[in-house]
């Protein structure tokens, strides 16, 4: 067959393509393979890539915080104190990263969609965006709190029981707790991990007869089990066993949490001062200082053994009312909190007395964890304000 000229100088062009192995999907081409990331490769691209890491706790750096608790128990007294200096994590700000995205958003929008914008961010209360969490179960609010009111007192340990230990003191007890208040800090654990350290060291001394030489291992075991049920990543038993200098091993701490365990017949959880404090705090109307306030109240009270003879709900009414009478608000005790708090004011009388002792005595006092905590700018330095002379 003869082709012109034309067809002939095509036919030629497409032959020499189909031949030229640089052209892609032609005939004699190489494709290119993907080269595999090695599972042995040390690039960044390729960490956890089929290699086992080794894991490193985030926790303390290589310094001791704590060295002679032991001691400290054994004497009585409030010796050299922990020389870490731990900051609790900013709380977010919700409404106000809310804010600053709608802000952000209205770009060239109209003036009129802007301001309507801000107008609808500023009607938005902290009930509204309470209610907007998922997590915050809205709709079975109610029935959370009437729940946490009647199993309260349930979940109490005895008022009395230091009476029944032979070898320990309620001395000793405040001792330890100032140094878990610490070792909280420095860890920046949440507040329902302290509280609930707290509730469970005192359960279970009133169940079972300690001596003083392993009473911080009862503190740290309370904390580690607490921990594990309030923190997302709770420290490991070799972050306790360094927390205390190594003074108990770790199957001593596994064995005391055993006997934590089946001394507490496996009920951990309980209804905390934490659970009434967002819900109480909010009736009343409480700003950031203020509510710092009534916080710096309701943890001077884990120090002191009369709280136990309180419930959580009636400690966190007290600071509440005690709070109110400080910063000067009237009325002190409204019909609302009445209701919400279910105490009246009178009720709350003995307790508000003995939390003004508390702060009274905090500034003078051996032990100054709580006072240090409470001092910090995130904490609106509420531990270093004066207040008028005290008394209705």
Known sequence: ?????????????????????????????????????????TTSENVG?????????????????????????SRTSAGARISGRGALNDITNVAGSRASQAYNKVGKQSIVAEATARAELALSSAQTASNENAQNVSEYAAEIYANAFRDEAAYLARSNYMESQADINGKMRAILIDWLVEVHLKYKMRNETLFLTVNLIDRYLSRAQVVRKRLQLVGVVAMFVASKFEEINPPEVKDFVHITDNAYTKDELLGMECSMLIALNFRIVAPLATIFFEKLQRANRCDQVHTQLVEYLVELGLLDLRMLSHTPS?????????SNELLGKRPLWPATMVQQSRQTE??????????????????KGNLQAVRKKFAMPQHHGVARMSFSAAGP
Do not use: F, K, N
């Not at 032609?26 to 393979?33: D, E, Q, V």
């Not at 490193?56 to 608790?69: A, C, D, E, F, Q």
């Not at 009178?346 to 007395?353: I, K, P, R």
């Open 49 to 73: 890539i089929g290699v086992p890491t080794a894991r490193r706790s985030p926790r303390l750096p290589s310094t001791t915080t704590s060295t002679h608790l032991a001691s400290r128990l």
């Open 346 to 363: 009178q009720a709350l009388h003995g307790c508000v007395e003995e939390l003004r002792e508390l702060l009274e005595a905090a500034p």
């Open 1 to 41: 067959m003869e082709y012109s000229q034309p067809e002939l100088a095509a036919v030629s062009h497409r032959e020499a393509r189909r031949s030229d192995p640089t052209v892609p999907g032609r005939i004699g081409h190489a494709p290119t393979r993907v080269q595999r990331p090695s599972v042995h490769s």
């Open 314 to 322: 009636h400690i966190v009414s007290a600071a509440l009312l005690l």
